[in-house]
């Protein structure tokens, strides 16, 4: 099995979890996620940090905050994204290939953050870097970022059908592009536990139609179950319809810290057999490949750093 989303460093307010400096891989960091994922059963690991947080992204995304004239969310937003600019990307990338050198089980992917207006020059910016994979998430909407708790005030001021509504717009437009792998969280927006009164599945149909006809696959994530959500992500609704479209999965975490690795793996791979899912994806440059949705007995050795 694998887990194709993790961060090796925590966010910057997250002072709970002991981790290296800032941008540093010490001997054994990669190796600790590697050892939680396989008393988990999880045997091959995705590692994808957030691109946002690299200083080397910096100049293609831009002051993105500066395109909302809601002043609240333009401040939070531009706080939470020079907090977090400690990574660089091409010690990132090196990190994660010399782990492969080392004869680790990891795959090269990132994190993509979906602004509409520079993701044409992310693109081109990431296209010399060998990844493995790319999955693409919305966490902002304008100014406004939409999972941090701080601005979680937004739901109720914009409305929770019309912060719906505008989520999904933009999940549907990465969706359709086909310029990332695999949609992250798809359905982030419950994380605060902010639900309409009806599950909105003409949203979820425009999502799930835009990924069927791209070929853009979607994760089945346990870190809605960490959250208020309470709720693996996809909702069981919304995963059903994307695998009667066809949408493939990947499986993931969204671990920030090495005891996140695999976490609540044996919910997620339930999720997605109740969806009807009986295949999971990998990848390898950027091309996937398909494996059973079950438990393998690999061993895999992991040597001394
Ligand atoms: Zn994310
Ligand atoms: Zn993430």
């Known amino acids: 099995m694998s887990d194709y989303h993790l961060h090796l460093h925590p966010h910057a307010d997250d002072t709970h979890h002991p981790a290296p400096p800032w941008g540093k891989y010490p001997p054994g960091w990669i190796e600790a996620y590697v050892e939680t994922a396989v008393t988990r059963g999880v045997e091959e690991l995705g590692f994808t940090e957030h691109l946002y947080?690299?200083?080397?992204?910096?100049?293609v995304l831009g002051a993105f905050w500066e395109w909302d004239w809601r002043t609240d969310l333009a401040d939070q937003a531009r706080h939470m994204f020079q907090e977090d600019l400690l990574l660089s990307l091409d010690s990132y990338v090196q990190a994660v290939l010399d782990a492969k050198d080392r004869g680790l089980p990891v795959k090269l992917g990132l994190?993509?953050?979906?602004?509409?207006?520079t993701i044409e020059a992310v693109v081109d910016f990431l296209e010399p870097?060998?990844?493995?994979?790319?999955?693409?998430s919305v966490h902002w909407i304008g100014a406004w970022s939409i999972d941090a708790s701080s601005v979680a005030y937004e739901f109720e001021r914009r409305g929770v059908d019309q912060a719906w509504e505008d989520y999904f717009n933009l999940v549907a437009d990465l969706a359709g592009r086909g310029v990332v792998d695999v949609l992250a969280h798809v359905d982030v927006c419950k994380k605060f536990g902010y639900r309409p009164d009806v599950e909105p599945l003409h949203l979820y149909e425009m999502v799930v139609s835009a990924a069927a006809a791209s070929r853009t696959a979607v994760e089945?994530?346990?870190?809605?179950?960490?959250?208020?959500?309470?709720?693996v992500y996809p909702s069981p609704a919304f995963l059903r319809m994307f695998n009667?479209?066809?949408?493939?999965?990947?499986?993931?975490s969204d671990a920030h810290h090495p005891g996140d690795a695999?976490?609540?793996?044996?919910e997620v791979m339930e999720a997605a057999r109740a969806a009807g899912y009986d295949r999971q994806l990998r990848f390898a440059g950027r091309l996937p490949y398909e494996v059973p949705l079950q438990k393998t007995s690999t061993t895999v050795a992991i040597r001394d750093p």
Not at 53 to 59: M, S
Not at 222 to 230: C, D, I, N, T, V
Not at 262 to 266: G, L, P, T
């Open 111 to 117: 994190e993509v953050d979906f602004f509409p207006q």
């Open 220 to 231: 089945v994530s346990s870190q809605g179950l960490r959250k208020p959500a309470s709720e």
């Open 129 to 136: 870097y060998p990844f493995d994979f790319l999955i693409g």
């Open 262 to 266: 695999a976490y609540a793996h044996e």
């Open 53 to 59: 947080r690299c200083v080397e992204a910096a100049p």
């Open 244 to 252: 009667e479209a066809g949408v493939r999965i990947t499986l993931a």
